[in-house]
DNA sequence: TTCATTTCTTGCCATTTGCTAAGTGTACCG
DNA sequence: CGGTACACTTAGCAAATGGCAAGAAATGAA
């Protein structure tokens, strides 16, 4: 597997020159997820700060009843991490899970140090990464205040199509904060229009 | 008014020294934010990194019918600012309004900036504190799509009882993503209980 | 293929929550 | 003092959503 996308995806931000954005996607090591094994299991500390080049992740939690929770989807192009795990070097309350065979690219904890102190302008971006999660998760949690489950519904159809091509229908139940059978009725109501 | 609780606030962390503590405190300045007026209006870039030392702070959206939606409360001890429109100076979607008058200390993107690359120890306390709201943010979106309106209520009845001592019930209740009217029956039959 | 498992849909009914509007209490202002 | 505005409660009804269970469809394994 090539560099090529790591690389583009660095300099894409426009925060790091051509040349740092080659020095940096160097010392990411290449892996692959073969579907349904994880990338993250809870228990344990996230150790990988992971950039998915293709193939898709969906990350989930268990409640207390035991029910599982879709926290979010990655797809390709994306960086796929618990952050609080990560830098907190705590055990993960979440799970991350290949849908489909993965293939990406990633570095340790210690690597991204490393790299946060020699690269400066590295520290700015991934400084943007976590400011992208955050307000997304912000936009997502105003949505599920102020919309109702077929606006969301409408919304994750429009904006993130591919996660109804490779997920599970209960699975993005959980993520829209309704049951399967809620999202089962939606659909059907949907179509009709 | 002195700024040994900024220091303090720095040091807690334990990621800055002492030194640094104070170091980096001497560049906030004060500020004071009367009762009902604003530290961010939407529609301006958030340029204030804001200590809140005293005082209580609102931060609320309006969505698409003019609804006023709260975002999130600031008690004191806390850090005050819009992530995305703060980094990415991007105009702010939210407000953040004083409920009661405020003291605190603050710094500019500029400053922040500055301090960022002249103190190294305070990259990752800023991080920390980016990171840590991300989390209670996870926390909060579990807790909508797992738990009942009773039961998040009584979280936060228990979590953060001086929300209560503070805010409207209207604005508490868009926090917890139902209507004044719901919240006002869920008291009712929770003080039966 | 066949069988078993899982996923998805559907129907019925209960519960939660929202919407509207009215009523009460309180604070503030002239 | 009266009046207005605002916050909160309450009631009645409607709409949204959940829980449960049964059945259909799809998937995967032997």
Chains 1, 2 share one sequence.
């Not at 660095?10 to 020159?17: A, D, G, M, R």
């Not at 990350?59 to 990560?86: H, P």
């Not at 340790?108 to 991934?126: C, I, P, V």
Request: charged share 25%; proline share 1%.
């Amino acid at each position: 597997m090539s560099s090529q996308k790591l690389i583009q995806f660095f300099k894409n931000s426009n925060l790091v020159s051509q040349k740092a954005a080659e020095e940096i996607a160097s010392t990411f090591s290449p892996k692959e997820i073969k579907k349904n094994s994880f990338l993250l299991k809870e228990g344990r500390i996230c150790d990988e700060y992971f950039f998915l080049e293709n193939g898709f992740i969906r990350a989930f939690a268990n409640d207390i009843d035991g029910n599982d929770v879709t926290t979010n989807f990655y797809s390709s192009g994306q960086v796929v991490f618990e952050v609080s795990s990560f830098f907190n070097r705590t055990v993960s309350k979440e799970n991350f899970q290949a849908i489909v065979d993965c293939e990406g690219w990633y570095i340790t904890y210690e690597q991204l140090n490393n790299l946060f102190h020699s690269m400066h302008d590295f520290r700015d971006f991934g400084r943007s990464i976590l400011v992208k999660g955050f307000s997304s998760l912000k936009i997502r949690m105003l949505s599920m205040i102020t919309e109702t489950a077929e606006q969301r519904y409408d919304t994750l159809l429009k904006t993130n199509p591919e996660i109804f091509q490779q997920a599970a229908l209960k699975h993005i139940a959980s993520y829209l904060g309704i049951t399967d059978t809620s999202l089962s009725r939606i659909r059907k109501e949907y179509t009709k229009k």
